[in-house]
């Protein structure tokens, strides 16, 4: 999982997973992409997103086409961009997740990270209440 994405890529494979709140544009993900600090690793059908700075590294979104789902392709991605995170010097990594997303955060424990406190209320849904973002954290050395 390693040919190189473009933001329009991006957009579409975060569009068909993200479907309970607003997904990431092209114009988004080629904003993030124009920093050093900021890498992708994955394919059209799986990718991440990942920022180092220092020594920590933040996952700022995953994705999985959802014809694709339950293949293990997001667990080769957490375990391609924590190889990159670490490459870069990050000595830890943080992420969230929203709280109705039972099945990331099973991912997320699987791969070893824990629960390390909470925004209220982050993430927006259509048509429904917000749900909170749970922020978890796991050492990289």
């Known amino acids: 999982m390693s040919d190189p994405l473009t933001p329009a890529q991006m957009a579409a494979t975060h569009a068909a997973a993200f479907t309970q709140s607003r ?3 092209a114009q988004e993900f080629a904003t993030l992409l124009d920093s050093p600090l900021v890498f992708a690793t994955g394919d059209t059908r799986c990718f991440s997103l990942l ?3 220092a020594d920590e590294a933040e996952l700022l979104t995953i994705a999985t086409d959802p014809a694709y789902q339950r293949q293990g392709l997001a667990r080769t991605c957490m375990s391609d961009w924590e190889t990159r995170a ?43 209440n917000p749900v909170d973002a749970i922020l978890m954290r796991k050492a990289l050395r």
């Open 23 to 25: 997904p990431w544009s």
């Open 86 to 128: 670490r490459a870069c010097g990050a000595a830890e990594a943080f992420l969230e997740v929203a709280q109705d997303n039972a099945p990331a955060q099973a991912l997320y424990r699987t791969c070893g990270f824990a629960e390390c406190g909470r925004r209220t209320g982050y993430y927006r849904r259509k048509d429904a």
């Open 51 to 53: 920022r180092v700075i």
